[in-house]
């Protein structure tokens, strides 16, 4: 089998365009991709720290260099939660609520290039597929069911 035909080279291939797009994009507003997303994920009444790793598949090492550059850049500021002393809630600065809205202009631009490019019956298939792949991933028994 070539490359070309397997399932998770396309996957890949495709996820490898989309990230380089949106950085070139993120690049004209001096972000990064990962940037743009996480900003995404902080809402207007603070997010958890601990959440944000999470929702975006990062290892913690990874939100905490994140979240320093974000700080760095002025995009964001940590507080300690009202009730919890323990949990810090990350925050939007002015700076960073401009640049989440570039951010939601950007994945809704796309979104809305795709599907004028792509029938709504496609994309329904496109998304019962990948759902079916994760529900086979979560399951987590992919290398051990009988090969027929």
């Not at 998770?8 to 989309?18: C, E, L, R, V």
């Not at 995404?40 to 958890?48: F, V």
Request: net charge positive; proline share 2%.
């Amino acid at each position: 089998m070539k490359r070309e035909e397997t399932i998770d080279y396309n996957i890949k291939a495709a996820w490898h365009g989309i990230a380089r797009m949106y950085n070139q994009q993120a690049l004209k507003y001096k972000g990064t991709m990962s940037i743009g997303f996480a900003l995404l994920n902080i809402h207007s009444e603070g997010t958890p720290a601990t959440k944000i790793g999470p929702m975006m598949g990062l290892e913690p090492r990874s939100v905490t260099r994140l979240l320093n550059s974000m700080e760095e850049k002025g995009l964001i500021y940590r507080q300690s939660d009202k009730l919890d002393k323990r949990c810090v809630r990350i925050f939007l600065t002015k700076e960073g609520k401009q640049h989440k809205e570039k951010s939601k202009e950007t994945v809704l631009r796309f979104n809305e290039v795709v599907r004028e490019e792509i029938s709504d019956k496609k994309l329904n298939v496109f998304f019962e597929v990948l759902q079916e792949i994760n529900r086979m991933i979560e399951k987590n028994n992919i290398y051990e069911r009988a090969i027929q």
